[in-house]
């Protein structure tokens, strides 16, 4: 059984900076693929970044390039997504999900294509 435990949200001012993690327990964390969503209150679910297995691989949501960095530590089951200038339209609850793949470079941007989930932290941006 997967879990995934993201920890790191909270209040942050626009212009400001939040790392957030995402434990990965109950398989080969090195064996899935990982993404990062949101949910703003009203709208749906939405990618932010996904890497791949190895970490070579990542791709990013134009909202939120050049501003969200994800990356991975498949030593300690964890990924992380740094965000910067941060803006208030980035409040959300930030979810991790996780994809098992044997493709080591393949990453994924649909929601539907993604095994596991987390059960959310909240970011909130203040303007």
């Known amino acids: 059984q997967v879990q995934l435990v993201e920890s790191g949200g909270g209040l942050v001012q626009a212009g400001g900076s939040l790392r957030l993690s995402c434990t990965f327990s109950?398989?080969?964390?090195?064996?899935?693929?990982m993404g990062w969503f949101r949910q703003a209150p009203g709208k749906e679910r939405e990618f932010v970044a996904t890497i791949s297995r190895s970490g070579d691989n990542t791709h990013y949501a134009d909202s939120v390039k050049g501003r969200f960095t994800i990356s991975r530590d498949n030593a300690k089951n964890t990924v992380y997504l740094q965000m910067g200038s941060l803006k208030s339209e980035d409040t959300a609850v930030y979810y991790c999900?996780?994809?098992?793949?044997?493709?080591?470079?393949?990453?994924?941007?649909?929601?539907?294509?993604?095994?596991?989930w987390g059960q959310g932290t909240q970011v909130t941006v203040s303007s």
């Open positions: 109950g398989r080969t964390f090195s064996h899935h693929s």
């Open positions: 999900a996780a994809k098992f793949t044997l493709f080591s470079g393949g990453y994924y941007y649909t929601a539907d294509f993604y095994d596991y």
